[in-house]
């Protein structure tokens, strides 16, 4: 072979891989930042509250509404729910919590839906006590549990930072499928509570 045509040959071929390598710099340019997303994840994409390992599913237990209907723990499946106890009238920090909650529902947009918030009344007796609560918060379903059934109920919500049963005010996340699933304190930052539902939401084809 005339040794013009190799060093044509030669020359067409380093074009090639030159051209080859731009192509693979520019790719790694345009997806160095979707690569690195999907390998990093920050602390400030972690979930804000207390995640309850393996999800617990919870047992059914028959509540009263303040009309005094009985309405079981299983009718209330199908959406997330944000579960707090009331064990006496609702004062101050129980209206806060409520208002709280009341406003990450809202917060979700079309998803607002998909979520409600349940306060149980830990003795039917104080149902009456949370009627300022129904007032200001309509859409916030309010239920009284008698002091035989208690003790099954509280004790589902039992976990590392403790149950209601022992005195601590905290706010839990059920699923559509009935699961515990996470717990906060009752004073987390509104907006913990916003970012963790809402990205739920958004990953979760239930409820």
């Known amino acids: 072979m005339a040794e013009p045509e190799q060093k044509a040959r030669k020359g067409v071929s380093q074009n090639q891989n030159r051209k080859r390598l731009l192509l693979i710099a520019l790719l790694a340019i345009f997806l160095s930042p979707v690569i690195g997303a999907w390998l990093w994840t920050p602390d400030s994409f972690r979930n804000r509250g207390e995640l309850i390992e393996p999800p617990r ?19 209330l499946l199908g959406k997330w729910t944000f579960v707090y106890f009331i064990s006496g009238a609702c004062e101050s ?5 409520a208002d709280a909650l009341t406003r990450v529902r809202l917060s979700q947009g079309k998803n607002a839906r998909r979520l409600r918030v349940l306060a149980i009344v830990l003795s039917p007796a104080q149902l009456s006590a949370a009627s300022q ?20 109920l509280v004790s589902q919500f039992a976990h590392a930072s403790g149950a209601p049963a022992e005195g601590e005010s905290r706010i839990y996340l059920v699923d559509p499928l009935g699961n515990l699933m996470m717990s906060y304190p009752a004073d987390t930052d509104p907006s913990d509570l916003r970012k963790d539902i809402g990205r739920l939401l958004r990953a979760s084809r239930i409820g």
């Open 57 to 75: 599913p919870l047992v059914s237990v028959p509540m009263v509404s303040p009309d005094g209907a009985l309405v079981e723990l299983k009718a």
């Open 133 to 152: 609560l129904r007032l200001d918060m309509p859409e916030t379903i309010v239920l009284g549990v008698s002091a035989e059934e208690r003790q099954q």
């Open 93 to 97: 920090e129980c209206l806060r919590t």
